[in-house]
């Protein structure tokens, strides 16, 4: 039997997203097997002390303590920064982990932060109400005004906090005008490009210097693992990693070999909800019980330009409105027999939030409007279905509103 070479490397340059996807983390594991092993184990031998004292002494190993590094973790970074265009990446257990250690890691008492008003709802309360418990103070502005961005700064500005395309009516936030601002003023971004897919935009080619990812959605893409992923150069990757270890959002072995397994598929599944979601998005602005439909591929949004600009795809979430209140959109999507009510995008199957419903339990309607809730507002993730499907679902269940 011939040895097996460890050394058939991924650094194939000419290699596009979809082969990078499959090969990009060859010859990253002795073994033999095809599909990557997983590496089910907290810890790692080392055979020698030099070995051991050499594995305990690198940042970010492949092998030595799971909370410090995983080999399927290895894998799963590679690919992604790979998609990102980023010298490497770091592996999270959720989201949120990914945000929450990344930032923590680069702020300290008296520096100041620029956020969005608008980020993923546990984001703006790490700015909101976590950091300025430690010191750290936010100024949040108007993500679609990037002069508000220039206004915010300030001598101690260290961080500046983006998000693009956003939740609920899918604004966007001009990267290159955001980078260009803080480049020169040696002021870090973070772009949570969650919502986006590194398929669809790849905010490190556009200046930006950090890139996270709830892989929980589109990388992983099946709705069945939670995880989360930083995106950076190997020096700031340090610095997150060590403060990592100590914060302990630690990815399981399991859910990364999921997430890898997810990932060879994911220009596929980007692809097909491009077009889903543009085809659906197009269609329901003419169904005459739909008052408005809110998706940056559709020429109505008001940032259309900047869409086409910086996205290559305008990805799964589309929000729109029902003509009525409360109760017809709960119709609505009760009638529903493809999308599933539930929370979470980027994944295989179409899901909807009836954002109201979250509420309904604690705010009466007019409580809702007061907070700006629409009564009549749903969130939808297309998924890959077949689109003549989709449709006709989407069709019979606004029938049934009369
Ligand atoms: C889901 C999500 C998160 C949080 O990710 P988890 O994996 O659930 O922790 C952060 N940002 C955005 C935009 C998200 O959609």
Redesign the pocket.
């Known amino acids: 039997m011939k040895a097996t070479p460890p050394g058939k490397s991924g650094e194939n340059t000419t290699w596009r997203g979809e082969t990078r996807v499959l090969h990009g983390d060859q010859g990253m594991d002795p073994d033999t097997a095809v599909s990557a092993p997983i590496h089910y184990s907290a810890t790692f031998r080392a055979d020698t002390p030099e070995a051991f004292a050499a594995m305990a002494n690198t940042p970010r190993p492949r092998a030595f303590y799971t909370r410090y590094g995983n080999p399927v973790h290895k894998r799963t970074e590679k690919i992604i920064a790979d998609l990102e265009g980023t010298e490497t990446a770091l592996m999270m257990?959720?989201?949120?982990?990914?945000?929450t250690t990344t930032v923590l890691a680069l702020v300290a008492r008296g520096d100041h932060v620029i956020a969005q008003q608008r980020?993923?709802m546990?984001?703006s309360r790490l700015f909101e109400e976590v950091l300025p418990r430690f010191g750290v103070e936010t100024t949040t502005v108007d993500q679609t005004d990037e002069s508000a961005f220039a206004r915010a700064i300030r001598p101690e500005t260290r961080l500046i906090m983006l998000?693009t395309p956003?939740?609920p009516t899918l604004l966007l936030t001009d990267l290159a005008a955001v980078a260009a601002l803080a480049r020169p003023r040696g002021i870090l971004t973070i772009a949570?490009n969650?919502?986006a897919s590194p398929l669809n935009q790849k905010p490190h080619a556009l200046g930006i210097d950090i890139v996270?990812?709830?892989?929980?959605?589109y990388l992983g893409g099946h709705h069945d693992l939670?995880?989360?992923v930083v995106c950076c150069s190997r020096e700031l990757a340090d610095r997150i990693w060590d403060m990592h270890t100590t914060l302990g959002s630690v990815l399981s072995p399991m859910d990364a070999w999921l997430l890898l397994r997810g990932l060879r598929t994911l220009p596929l599944r980007v692809a097909r909800i491009n077009d889903n979601a543009l085809a659906l998005a197009r269609w329901l602005e003419g169904q005459p019980r739909i008052e408005r439909v809110f998706y940056p591929g559709l020429e109505s949004h008001p940032q259309y330009n900047l869409a086409r600009r910086q996205m290559t795809g305008f990805g799964a979430v589309i929000a729109f409105s029902i003509r009525g209140g409360y109760a017809d959109t709960s119709r609505f999507v009760a009638a529903l027999k493809l999308a599933t009510h539930a929370v979470?995008?980027?994944g295989v199957d179409t899901l909807i939030v009836h954002t109201a419903a979250m509420w309904s339990g604690t705010m009466t309607e007019a409580q809702m409007a007061a907070a700006g809730i629409e009564p009549n507002f749903v969130r939808m993730s297309v998924g890959i279905e077949h689109l003549d499907d989709l449709t006709a679902d989407l069709a019979q269940a606004l029938a049934q509103l009369g």
Not at 93 to 99: D, F, L, N
Not at 212 to 217: F, Q
Request: glycine residues 18%; charged residues 10%.
């Open positions: 257990g959720s989201g949120m982990g990914a945000i980020h993923y546990s984001t998000e956003v939740n949570d969650t919502f996270v990812h709830s892989a929980t959605k939670t995880a989360g979470s995008l980027g």
